[in-house]
């Protein structure tokens, strides 16, 4: 199918999906406060405390999102995170991981996912596939979103530990 937008404009709408649909819901129900009387009141404010939940979330998975025309691919399926890279890969269990960290130092940044007993699982930013890594590395206890998405956007090219399970507490096993 053949586009009247820019393939850049494109990407951009993709990227930022959620604040948009977040904005559209938000308006609406703005516009069902203020318009017809006390109607749609109830509704009216439960579409936008969703569309300013669904912007504030948006913005986060906006800051996350790369273009995903990087090496390899990344699969996630039931805790399990698997990378399948043209020259590495590997996988790596969500609830036996130990440490999460992004490696700036690299062209482009990689995740570093340790995982004791096995090499370390290196994920490309970039690689096709990793916006979904945002889910997965929210599931893990503590982990302070912001922070990561802060060292995302930083220009320091170094080793920066994002998130380390305590190593006192056993990994806590979730069903759902």
């Not at 130990?98 to 690689?127: C, E, F, M, T």
């Amino acid at each position: 199918m053949t586009s009247f937008l820019r393939p850049e404009l494109l990407a951009q709408l993709k990227r930022w999906r959620e604040v948009l649909l977040g904005g559209a819901m938000l308006v609406l129900g703005l516009w069902w406060l203020i318009g017809p009387g006390r109607l749609l009141v109830l509704p009216g404010t439960a579409l936008v405390l969703v569309g300013a939940a669904l912007i504030w979330l948006g913005v986060q998975r906006a800051r996350f999102r790369s273009a995903g025309q990087g090496p390899g691919a990344v699969s996630i399926d039931e805790g399990q995170i698997t990378y399948f890279g043209p020259l590495t890969g590997g996988s790596v269990a969500l609830r036996e991981m130990r440490r999460l960290s992004l490696d700036k130092a690299q062209y482009p940044a990689h995740w570093r996912l340790n995982q004791p007993g096995q090499a370390d699982v290196l994920i490309p930013v970039n690689a096709e596939g990793a916006e979904a890594l945002f889910d997965a590395f929210a599931t893990l206890p503590g982990l302070h979103t912001e922070r990561m998405l802060h060292a995302l956007q930083s220009s320091e090219r170094q080793m920066i530990v994002i998130w380390q399970r305590d190593t006192d507490a056993p990994a806590a096993v979730r069903l759902h």
